[in-house]
């Protein structure tokens, strides 16, 4: 749990921190992105984008309108003017309205209305833009001279007559016209042409009369710039083309100044972010590193040099305490120890096994060798000369083969009985029944076995049926092995009680007898491996594999089997199964 907590609060954080740095950058680039739009719209309609926007950002104080100081220095450094009209025709605001510029500071109906049909004060060109956004309908206007439009009206005042160009002054006039790549057009109040000066190449483009319109609202839009200038006693109207010189790219100003801050913000971050990285790969890259030499020197079966003395002063420091880069690996380094103490300890387990299970074939083998030689032996003698044995010596030989063949395949028995048993559930088919009925069943096998008369046999149990789930002919085989290892190694006159009963839940069976009993070496080894005591002479008593099936079985059965005894004082064998 603490290392969850701690892996959590580290990578948390820094999930964090990486989120905050990506909506940064995500930010700036947005904002990038939208500065490069709303400029882009602002040279393209300059200054009728301009004015609209300016319009849209202002806001009310303390009773006024006010503009944002970004959008002021714009205006002053374009030479332009700004005036905010009230409902009243009176200028509540303005920007950069020195003297020089005359400019009245109240209008009445028919100033605005010739405003917004001219679209110029004086010698002003002037956009205007009404505005909902308050309580109370605003008209913002926005004037700078226009050297085109002055060009125009000091044409118009040189050269005009009853509203068109005297006749003698066409040439000069399209000179000039010609010269600036600029093109004159005269056209009456039914909107019909009745002159054209200057550069032919304008009557290519072939205006409509909506694309004058266009050109005023979004100049940046078309590579004309159009002023005009209205004759009022003829009627006439004057429209001067030029052609649109080239400019540096327009921007927001208050966009500008939160791009510039965003970038500044996003490049500090990612200042911060080259050592947190360079910190974060070595806090984890380095333990990562150690980890990996561990892991191959546990596959090289080096256990006990899983983690060496450069290791440990990498990770502990004198005083014994762990250093700070390790603490939050506290409890894998930790798991390492504990990993390969057991890997060493089940490295020298089996070792052990394997030294074990060579001694215990050992011993089979030499079980085995020993019949076969005496059948060996005995077959070449009734090969070679039959008719020298007489019938008696015959029947000893035939016998004694018969025994030694018996014990052979009681061995052989043996070991698919313990290869049965290690395959555990898929041999047992468990099922209610009686173990009392089982164990006096099996008692009396013995008693009435003629074989066995020169034994004693005792039963000691309750009426009562006393239940368990188990395999009965695995359980059969359990008491037959206990009850045939108390005959085989015991001499007659032995006596043999079995009693069974419930203990503390559970059910008991005890097979006890008065016999020889067996050493502490024998009792050591008699469920650890193939062990037949150290009474070598007699080789074909039992397989030797007997208790270790004994065992097997009662463990498969989920119970738990102990043995007392001692020499000359007989043994008790004691079985205890589940209910």
Request: include cysteine; charge should be negative.
């Amino acid at each position: 749990m603490k290392i969850q907590q701690r892996m959590s609060f580290h990578f948390t954080y820094q999930l964090i921190f990486y989120a905050l740095l990506i909506v940064a950058i995500t930010l700036v680039a947005c904002i990038i992105y939208f500065q490069s739009m709303t400029s882009h719209e602002i040279r393209r309609n300059f200054p009728v984008g301009a004015l609209q926007l300016i319009a849209q950002e202002a806001y009310s104080k303390d009773g006024t309108i006010q503009i944002s100081p970004e959008w002021t220095k714009l205006i002053e450094d374009k030479e332009m003017w700004l005036q905010v009209v009230s409902p009243e025709g009176e200028v509540i605001n303005a920007v950069n309205t020195t003297p020089k510029h005359a400019l009245p500071t109240s209008y009445s109906i028919a100033q605005l209305v010739e405003i917004q049909e001219t679209r110029a004060l004086g010698t002003y060109a002037v956009h205007t833009h009404l505005n909902f956004a308050f309580h109370d309908p605003l008209l913002y206007m926005l004037g700078y001279q226009s050297p085109e439009l002055e060009q125009l009206v000091a044409w118009f005042d040189a050269y005009g007559q009853q509203g068109m160009v005297q006749s003698g002054a066409v040439p000069l006039l399209d000179r000039r016209l010609r010269e600036t790549g600029s093109y004159l057009q005269v056209i009456t109040p039914s909107s019909h042409t009745v002159q054209e000066i200057g550069d032919e190449a304008y009557l290519q483009k072939a205006y409509r009369p909506l694309d004058i319109l266009a050109i005023q609202q979004s100049p940046g839009n078309y590579d004309t710039n159009i002023v005009t200038h209205r004759d009022k006693s003829s009627g006439m109207t004057w429209i001067l083309y030029t052609p649109i010189a080239e400019g540096g790219p327009l921007k927001h100003p208050g966009m500008d100044t939160a791009t510039r801050g965003l970038i500044w913000f996003s490049g500090l971050i990612l200042l911060l972010a080259v050592p947190v990285s360079i910190w974060h790969g070595y806090r984890y890259g380095q333990p990562l590193i150690l980890f990996a030499g561990w892991f191959e020197r546990m596959g090289l079966g080096q256990y006990d040099q899983v983690l060496t003395a450069k290791d440990k002063r990498k990770i502990f420091r004198r005083n014994g305490t762990m250093r700070i880069r390790y603490k939050l690996f506290k409890e894998v380094i930790e798991s390492f120890y504990q990993m390969t103490h057991q890997l060493a300890q089940t490295e020298k387990e089996r070792k052990r096994l394997e030294k074990d299970q060579g001694e215990w074939m050992s011993g089979i083998s030499h079980d085995l060798r020993t019949p076969l030689a005496t059948i060996q032996g005995y077959g070449y003698m009734l090969e070679s000369l039959p008719e020298q044995w007489s019938r008696e010596e015959m029947r000893i030989m035939g016998s004694t083969i018969r025994e030694k063949g018996d014990y052979m395949l009681e061995l052989i028995s043996d070991f698919s009985m313990i290869h049965q048993l290690k395959q555990g559930d898929a041999i047992m088919e468990l099922r209610e029944m009686d173990l009392v009925e089982l164990v006096r069943d099996s008692v009396l096998k013995y008693v009435n076995d003629a074989t066995m008369s020169e034994y004693q046999f005792h039963y000691i149990g309750e009426e009562r049926p006393l239940l368990i789930q188990a395999d009965g002919t695995w359980i059969q085989r359990l008491m037959d092995n206990l009850l045939s290892n108390a005959v085989k190694h015991n001499p007659p006159g032995v006596t043999v009680t079995v009693s069974i009963g419930r203990m503390n839940g559970k059910a008991c069976i005890r097979v006890i007898d008065n016999g020889q009993g067996m050493d502490e070496d024998t009792l050591h080894h008699l469920f650890t491996r193939y062990y037949r005591g150290t009474n070598t002479e007699e080789s074909t008593v039992g397989s030797g594999l007997g208790m270790s099936i004994a065992k097997t079985i009662v463990e498969a059965h989920g119970g738990e089997i102990h043995v007392q005894s001692k020499v000359r004082q007989g043994t008790k064998i004691e079985i205890i199964l589940p209910c």
